[in-house]
């Protein structure tokens, strides 16, 4: 109430001052000496900026915010309104610095002044806007992984709209309008009401937990289990039927093997603290801001860290496989981006890439100009090399001239069937004959593409929409062994993003560990910009 009641203050304050001084240029006949003087003083504040300048030039340099009228002083009602809706958000106030802005309204003296304070409006209103429907953050600067194109919108755009829309409507409609961002806003409201009450408890002090045990840890197993709602109430101090199903909930929500036992892994998860997850909240609310596109009513969406590749239509999911995605190790790690489904290969070569090539397999021929027999040299004209007439010692990574091909076969690295969406990544979806990796926890194994568990199920998905017997279809030219490509004849946009926060329509919101580190560079980035937890009561 404060606050509101010094706002009220600040603009009557305003408001009479105005009103003073525009009565003041009216008596004295300098009314145009007066408006001189205020656009003078916007287009000097506006220099600094181009999108400002533009903006102002193409307006006659004419007020949005600190003129007389009705319109104006509703445009700067629902802009204060918003700065101080900004930490729903996650986005800290003090970056829009209302304080300063409503002292130097108040301050207004003179045309001149009333200049410069509408031109510092206008840049605080273009990074809240901003902020608030793509992010506060560039992610190309984060983390070179993050490839993401995010749809900034231009100054003139959303100067535009709010002059001559209705501001309070134009704010409500810039952050991600998706049933994602609505949930991860209320898990963050939650998280701070909690974090307000102290957390979830006592951290367990052990290094594994299992069924049958006793004692003090199991205790405080108990408790913090019954604190984050996956175990009722209850003054037992055993590790039974109950707390096992409570532990396996709780690895399901986590991503972890669901077997009941608090292993080592597990209870680093259960003894993250509220901050934490409160942190990949706010990273994953950005991530979504950056995402803050039409996505397709049909698209398949790749969770990096949670190691599932979907297909979804109209929002829900219609085809889930688990998947193996690129290594920890900095060049192969999978990239974040989107691009758009054209086609599948059946029987596909893998054409080696080229770092592969000369990375792992150059030194290999070396040693042994037999090793990876499964494999063909094909020179520039494509034709296919003997070995024996090769000196592999002659070349290194800069000068070997061949390529290096698998033809078709179930032991092609790529399986007997790769998704396509071009892109210079080179990054696309397929089969593996490595089937096993499918069954651990932890599936970040590949050069960086995405390896699914169920490629033929997949397949069949993407072909239902353009045939009747998709499964036929497919089989058709599988049959064949030779290399076919099957064109959708929809194409399908393809999303990979990086989630270690995520929600559900129904039941709790899943949390996934940050395997390449780039959830941690976002919060960092986020926390230097005066992004904090505000514990709430109530």
Known sequence: MAVLRWQWQVGFRFAVGLAVLIAAVIASGAARSEVTAFKQAVAEAAAQTDDLAGFYRDNDYRAIWTGPSARDAERRKAFFAAIDAADTHGLPRERYDPRGLMRRLADVRSPRDRGLVEVEMSRRFLRLARDMQTGMLDPARIDDGIKREVPRSAAAAHLGAIMEGEPTAFFRALPPDSH???????????????????????????????????????????????????????????????????????????GLTADGVAGPGTLDEINRSVEDRFRSILVAMERERWFNIDRGERHILVNITDFTAKILDQGSVTFETRSVV???????????????????????????????????????????????????????????????????????????????????????????????????????????????????????????????????????????????????????????????????????????????????AKGKTQYRRDIYGRDAAIWSALAKAGVALRPVQG
Request: charged fraction near 25%.
């Open 180 to 254: 994602e961002y609505a949930r991860l806003m209320k898990e963050k409201l939650r998280l701070e009401r909690i974090a307000a009450r102290g957390g979830w408890g006592k951290t367990v002090a052990a290094r594994s937990l299992k069924p049958g045990q006793s004692g003090a840890a199991v205790v405080d197993l108990r408790n913090r289990l019954t604190a984050m709602g996956y175990l009722d109430r209850s003054i037992s101090q055993d590790y039974g039927a109950a707390m096992q199903r409570a532990v396996q909930d709780f690895q399901n929500d986590h």
């Open 326 to 504: 690129g290594a920890t190790n900095h060049d192969r790690r999978t990239p974040e981006f989107s691009d758009v489904m054209e086609h599948m290969v059946i029987n596909p070569t893998w054409h080696v890439p080229r770092s592969i090539a000369v990375k792992e397999y150059l030194p290999q021929l070396k040693r042994n100009p037999n090793a990876v027999g499964h494999l063909r040299l094909v020179d520039a004209r494509g034709r296919v090399v003997s070995r024996g007439a090769v000196n592999f010692g002659a070349y290194n990574a800069r000068n070997f001239p061949f390529n290096i091909k698998q033809p078709p076969s179930r032991g092609n690295a790529l399986g007997l069937v790769k998704f396509m969406f071009p892109n210079k990544y080179n990054i696309y979806l397929h089969d593996t004959p490595t089937k096993h990796l499918f069954e651990r926890e932890t599936r970040a194994y590949s050069h960086g593409c995405i390896r699914l568990q169920q490629p033929f199920d997949f397949a069949y998905e993407l072909l239902s929409r353009q045939t009747d017997d998709p499964e036929g279809l497919f089989h058709s030219h599988l049959n064949t062994g030779r290399e076919t490509t099957v064109k959708l004849e929809t194409p399908v946009p393809v999303h990979l993003i990086y989630r270690t926060a995520y929600t559900r």
